[in-house]
């Protein structure tokens, strides 16, 4: 338990979570990555629907054909971008999507899935227009679940010394993956998390500062 007076130390551990993207070749222990699920569960969810499964991958094999598809599909859009005009802008983006995963000892694809809309069906149900009323569906619930399980898992991740970084671009290879893993619908997968015992420290990316993110109402004047 984190007493209160350890709340400006506690900001600060959360502070030092980074992005890791090179790791040694130690693996994970599978009861490491179970606390990881662990944590990942705890995460809060819409009506508690916990619209989450997750994909964890320590067998070799799999892991360099996910890094392998993800490559794949970055070499094909670099060919496509070559041929318009934003080739040097677009330079070495594309080795993001798969290197952490190509070095990463394990890798976990969070998937979520949908569920009809209760407060619209109930809406419905009594004669009236959900589309008049922005209810879960408006700010897809399900995947904001989802995302604040990963958080939770990274911030485990963290606190076990683990290297993490949460991935969008293998979403480029997201069929390929998804067939390599089983994953069906209703489940979709939210990125791929590549994970391990880091090998260099990231520096930390600059964040923008609180007032330029925070709006503040304190008294009523503003009305
Ligand atoms: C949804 C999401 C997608 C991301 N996709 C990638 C990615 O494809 N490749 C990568 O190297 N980093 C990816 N990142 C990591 C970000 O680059 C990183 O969080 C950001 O630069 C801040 O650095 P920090 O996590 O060390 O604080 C992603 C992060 C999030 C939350």
């Not at 949908?114 to 227009?129: C, E, H, K, R, T």
């Not at 990231?202 to 009305?223: G, M, N, Q, Y």
């Amino acid at each position: 338990m984190i007493d209160p007076s350890d709340a400006p130390a506690f900001l600060a551990w959360l502070q030092a979570r980074r992005s890791t993207r090179v790791f040694t070749d130690a693996p994970v222990p599978r009861a490491v990555l179970a606390r990881l699920i662990e944590a990942a569960i705890s995460a809060p969810s819409n009506t508690n629907r916990q619209p989450w499964r997750f994909a964890v991958v320590r067998a070799p094999a799999l892991r360099t054909r996910i890094a392998e598809a993800v490559r794949a599909k970055a070499d094909e859009i670099k060919a496509i971008i070559a041929r318009g005009h934003h080739a040097e802008d677009y330079g070495s983006y594309g080795d993001f999507f798969h290197e952490p995963l190509a070095n990463a000892t394990a890798i976990i694809v969070p998937q979520y899935r949908s569920y009809p809309d209760l407060i619209a069906n109930f809406i419905a149900s009594g004669g009236g227009d959900p589309a008049q009323y922005a209810t879960a569906s408006a700010m897809q619930a399900e995947l904001c679940s989802t995302c604040a399980a990963v958080m939770t898992l990274l911030t485990q991740a963290h606190a076990e010394g683990l290297g993490a970084c949460w991935m969008a671009g293998p979403m480029i290879a997201r069929d390929e993956i998804q067939r390599t893993l089983g994953i069906e619908a209703p489940w979709q997968m939210v990125g791929a998390v590549a994970l391990g015992y880091p090998a260099t420290a990231s520096a930390a990316p600059p964040r923008k500062p609180i007032d330029r993110v925070a709006t503040w109402f304190e008294d009523d004047t503003h009305e």
